[in-house]
């Protein structure tokens, strides 16, 4: 993996508008969603349950090519839940992500090692976890849980 530290330019376009060049590939237009801004392109909530995501479906991925295992094509879903604080202002109190697997269980080895490390490894996951809780499911094609989260993980908190 790369150690480079990533350069993100954010210009503003139009009112809540932005335009992010991350230095490679296509840029991305963010947006806020109505009435602040127009919608016209993800949320930073959406862009952080993209990044813990992605980090997650990477890191299983990796994890489970270290055992030859090819779990194609890996479906992840991101659930970014918002409440308010003590000072009734909005911020992220949990995420929920669900992991499905491209095979049945049956077709992999090394399943239950696998589950049990690639979290671990997830640069972007580890970090957040630290201050926003994280409950991660993980099913096989069929919809079997492999991995279940919390009961209580993602549950909207009382405002």
């Known amino acids: 993996m790369s150690t480079r530290s990533p350069l993100v330019r954010l210009t503003q376009q139009h009112d809540y508008q932005f335009d992010v060049d991350f230095g ?3 840029h991305l237009q963010v ?3 109505p ?3 127009a919608g016209a392109g993800p949320t930073p909530l959406d862009l952080l349950g993209a990044a813990v995501g992605n980090c997650l479906s990477a890191s299983l991925l990796f994890a489970l090519r270290k055992f030859k295992q090819e779990p194609h094509p890996i479906e992840t879903t991101v659930s970014v839940h918002t409440g308010r604080n003590a000072q009734n202002r909005l911020r992220v109190v949990g995420l929920e992500v669900q992991l499905r697997l491209g095979q049945p269980a049956e077709a992999f080895s090394h399943l239950e ?3 049990s490390s690639f979290e671990a490894y997830c640069t972007v996951t580890a970090s957040v976890a630290g201050a926003i809780p ?3 499911t993980v099913l096989d094609s069929q919809g079997g849980v492999l991995k279940a989260a919390p ?3 993602g549950a909207e908190p009382a405002v």
């Open 35 to 37: 009435p602040l801004g």
């Open 134 to 136: 994280v409950a991660v």
């Open 151 to 153: 009961s209580d993980a």
């Open 24 to 26: 490679v590939g296509p």
């Open 113 to 115: 090692r696998v589950l």
């Open 31 to 33: 947006d806020e969603p």
